[in-house]
């Protein structure tokens, strides 16, 4: 059963796409089949995954607006090894179609139906605002990791991600919940990021991942090259990082999995 994750947070500059991009990689080397969705006009993981936002004659915005099939917009990252759902400055003028649209909403989520299951992931890249596209990518996901610098600003931003979260899971979607917390360009010999971690564990708990990301020029550097950071430096700390979070993902899914089955069998046997 595909599982949809959204990576989302409000906050600009925080390493979304770059999360998205290198996650899609490290869930490729798991051997899982896996589709990226570029839900932000500047197209940046569409590029990072090597395919050129100019060239494609279809992209998000004509799945949202219900002019093309999903099927039809869906190309191969080469580099990347996954399916993506490009996107390109096209889809700002998705936003002000949606408006006047019955059921905006759920557009994203119905157009997913019929490619979802040739999947065992999708990742959504959001864009750094709240907008309909960003309610589209929480109403079709399941889960949701927000990337965050260990900031006290960054803090304040995602007590309004998790009021939106909320807000959505209890009127629209009550799959919906914060899957993981992730630090990004991490510096554990900073007082400052120990004190906001400290603040995000009692918060969260043990939704804040034990892997972090850290400060990494190959990770900068490889959307450049149209390249994940997995394919352009495999060895570099942010690449073994994101494998570690992917790793990390999939065994904390394993483990949810056999605690459901094991709360179906004590219920069986109770009744």
Not at 82 to 91: E, G, K, M, S
Not at 248 to 264: A, F, G, N
């Amino acid at each position: 059963m595909v599982k949809i994750i959204s990576i989302a947070n409000q906050k600009g500059g925080v390493g979304k796409t770059t999360t998205s991009v290198n996650l899609c990689a490290s869930l490729v080397a798991y051997k899982k089949r896996v589709l990226l969705i570029d839900l932000d006009p500047q197209g940046n993981a569409t590029m990072g995954s090597g395919i050129n936002k100019q060239s494609c004659k279809l992209s998000v915005y004509h799945i949202l607006t219900g002019k093309n099939s999903t099927a039809e917009a869906i190309v191969h990252s080469d580099s990347g090894k996954y399916d993506v759902l490009p996107a390109n400055r096209d889809l700002v003028a998705a936003e002000v179609e949606l408006m006047k649209e019955i059921g905006r909403e759920s557009r994203l989520k119905i157009a997913l139906n019929e490619v979802e299951e040739n999947y065992d992931y999708i990742i959504i890249d959001c864009p750094p605002t709240l907008n309909m596209l960003t309610v589209n990518a929480l109403v079709a996901s399941e889960g949701v990791i927000i990337p965050m610098q260990c900031e006290y600003f960054a803090l304040e931003g995602l007590a309004d991600l998790n009021n939106t979260i909320k807000q959505i899971a209890k009127l629209i979607n009550p799959k919906l919940y914060i899957q993981g917390i992730l630090r990004t360009m991490y510096d554990p010999r900073s007082s400052l990021t120990n004190a906001v971690t400290a603040q995000l564990r009692k918060y969260f708990g043990d939704r804040v991942y034990r892997v972090s990301i850290p400060r990494n020029v190959r990770l900068a550097e490889a959307p450049s090259h149209g390249l994940p950071a997995l394919m352009y430096d495999r060895n570099s700390k942010g690449s073994m990082a994101y494998l570690a979070l992917a790793g990390e993902i999939l065994r904390l899914e394993k483990q949810q999995q056999q605690q459901q089955q094991q709360q179906s069998t004590a219920t069986a046997k109770a009744q």
